[in-house]
């Protein structure tokens, strides 16, 4: 079950960082002592490629099934609460949200706004917080931009533009996303260029 949020607290981390706005919509929150890449399709092969060109294989995952592997995969290797945090970009339309979820304020970053839900994350993790979703609003359920445990010892980011989403962690979480066979995961190293489609 979701819970949409009135108090904006727990996502005050995220909101009065300090980052760069495309730094921290993409890759995540500062702090983590390591980042990865959850690469939906694979990264372009040449400067100013189109996504439409890049290839998705067809017994890859779709994105939000990739997303709930991934959350999945560090509920597995961490001693995280099972209770989470979801904020959901506004920019998917008033009809993609239930009401009760509109009535609450945003989270403002630069140049984003989220609503803010209180999840059991291995509900979604199971798909059950997307049909509780969809029941209410008869539309799928958009992608989370933010994922994260309320202990915040990992975070998952995904902007609407890049191919794929951003992960902060410690190393030793890292690690196993690094190795699931249902995920294409890389490390992010320091100041390293991030690919992106045209």
């Known amino acids: 079950m979701f819970v949409p949020c009135s108090d904006l607290a727990a996502a005050e ?23 990865a890449r959850l690469r939906f399709i694979p990264d372009p092969a040449y400067e100013g490629q189109s996504e439409n060109e890049g290839a998705r294989q067809s017994d890859v995952l ?33 009809h993609a949200f ?8 945003r989270v403002v970053v630069p140049n984003r706004e989220y609503y803010l839900c209180r999840v059991s994350l291995p ?29 915040r010892a990992w975070c998952i980011t995904q902007d609407v533009d890049p191919h ?9 979480l890292i690690d196993p996303l690094l190795t699931e066979p249902r995920l294409d995961v890389v490390q992010v190293e320091a100041n390293q260029k991030r690919p992106f489609y045209y």
């Not at 199971?126 to 931009?145: K, L, N």
């Not at 794929?164 to 030793?172: S, V």
């Open 13 to 35: 981390w995220i909101a009065t960082s300090d980052e760069h706005w495309w730094t921290l919509v993409t890759l995540g929150p500062p702090g983590f002592p390591a980042y």
């Open 62 to 94: 779709s994105d939000t099934d990739q997303l709930r592997a991934a959350v999945g995969t560090l509920l597995r290797h961490t001693g995280s609460p099972i209770e989470g945090y979801l904020l959901m970009w506004d920019g998917w339309g008033e």
């Open 98 to 105: 239930p009401d009760v979820v509109l009535r609450t304020p």
């Open 123 to 151: 509900d979604f993790v199971s798909g059950a917080i997307e049909d509780s979703w969809q029941a209410e609003t008869d539309c799928f359920m958009p992608p989370p931009a933010f994922i994260w445990p309320s202990d």
């Open 164 to 172: 794929w989403a951003g992960i902060g962690a410690e190393q030793a």
